[in-house]
């Protein structure tokens, strides 16, 4: 299936009352897969919006026409947070150019990210990493960053709403594809966005998408990504979107459960 046919290809489109979502084509090597971005009207009386994840950097300028052809259905938004599922390349692309040009938007991290980001200059592995590998050295402002700790996620300002899960630990080591490090449950729809704790992609032999494992490193990194699916499985929600999806409405929580249960650890 073909990224562009996506209704919401390169184009921020509401597929949850409050949960928009635009999809990008992410090149790396021979592959083809959908990235998407999430937008999310937090308090829509207050017109306060925030994002999760930010894309490749192949498809900032895409992302930033998406995101300001969006915006103007939404005069006097305000764009509060960028949060993050994981400290991938293919959804750090826009950060920094986001902070640039949203003075007042702050960066949340889950704890696993803080050792970077707590150093003036930003020169760590993964998330840093790959910032610094396409923008040169840089420096993320620490008063620009939110930091969501574990047993303490009631503290996110948007908790009642937009609810932060870690759901397994986050391997920092891999730098290939890995775990979810948090999960972002939106109350009102019961709708979670799980990063790449698992994909729904379509391949050569088969148009309709089917779930998969992330790449995965070592045996044992296989074992942490095969747990967090089982904990996603576990969680009383109703429609789970993968940041790689082929399809338009994410996958029911069933057809992840099933999944699960073909899972061996
Ligand atoms: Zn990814």
């Given at each position: 299936m073909s990224i562009s046919t996506l209704q919401d290809f390169e184009n921020f489109i509401?597929?949850?009352?409050n949960i928009y979502r635009a999809t990008f084509n992410l090149q790396f090597g021979p592959l083809h897969w959908p990235v998407s971005i999430f937008l999310i009207n937090v308090e829509p009386s207050n017109n306060i919006w925030i994002l999760i994840d930010t894309a490749d950097p192949d498809n900032i300028s895409k992302f930033f026409t998406a995101l300001t052809q969006h915006f103007l259905k939404f005069p006097n938004y305000q764009l509060k947070y960028i949060l993050l599922t994981h400290d991938h390349f293919d959804h750090t692309g826009s950060i920094l150019r986001l902070l640039d040009e949203y003075k007042d938007i702050k960066l949340v991290l889950g704890e696993p990210e803080s050792f970077h980001t707590n150093?003036?200059?930003?020169?760590?592995?993964t998330h840093t990493q790959q910032l610094a590998t396409v923008e040169g050295k840089i420096t993320v402002d620490k008063n620009r960053i939110v930091m969501i700790k574990r047993e303490k996620e009631?503290?996110?300002?948007?908790f009642n709403v937009l609810k932060p899960i870690f759901i397994a630990d986050h391997t920092?080591?891999?730098?290939s594809n890995n775990i979810g490090s948090i999960s972002y449950l939106h109350?009102?729809?019961?709708c979670i966005m799980v990063g790449d704790s698992l994909m729904n992609l379509s391949t050569s032999q088969c148009s309709e998408p089917v779930i998969s494992l992330p790449f995965t490193s070592t045996p044992s990194h296989l074992n942490s990504v095969k747990e967090s699916i089982k904990n996603i499985a576990r969680l009383d929600v109703k429609i789970v979107f993968p940041?790689?999806?082929?399809?338009?409405k994410g996958l029911s929580i069933n057809d992840v459960r099933a999944f699960a249960n073909t899972l061996k650890t």
């Open positions: 509401e597929i949850f009352p150093n003036k200059n930003v020169n760590g592995n009631e503290e996110f300002e948007f920092l080591e891999f730098v109350i009102p729809t019961n940041a790689h999806d082929h399809s338009q």
